[in-house]
């Protein structure tokens, strides 16, 4: 069973930074794809980013330009690194693995971002 925790979140101040991690017990190629999605209060859950096991991204319009998935050079970790931050960014962030045949949610992260 695919287990992934997920760290980094915090309070930063809008146009700070800050570096997501989610750990996976399994390599990242055992899997579809991870991603990276979060819910603001009420709001939907929204995809953020992902990334294939085969390196290929994908970004939220939103964040495009801003945000950077990546995967560790452990091949059990992805980052989300998150530039310039903005307040409407503030979310639960969660990290998710696509498997063959089941999908696996981490607890997820708090992500507050001050103006």
């Known amino acids: 069973q695919v287990q992934l925790v997920e760290s980094g979140g915090g309070l930063v101040q809008a146009g700070g930074s800050l570096r997501l991690s989610c750990a996976s017990s399994?390599?990242?190629?055992?899997?579809?794809?991870m991603g990276w999605y979060r819910q603001a209060p009420g709001k939907q859950r929204e995809l953020v980013a992902d990334?294939?096991?085969?390196?290929?991204?994908n970004y939220a319009d939103s964040v495009k330009g801003r945000i950077t998935i990546s995967r560790g050079n452990a091949k059990n970790t992805v980052y989300l690194e998150m530039l310039s931050l903005k307040p409407e960014d503030t979310a639960v962030y969660y990290c998710?693995?696509?498997?063959?045949?089941?999908?696996?949610w981490g607890q997820g992260t708090q992500v507050t971002v001050s103006s």
């Open positions: 990334i294939t096991s085969g390196g290929m991204t």
């Open positions: 998710n693995a696509k498997g063959l045949f089941r999908d696996t």
């Open positions: 399994v390599s990242l190629f055992s899997v579809k794809s």
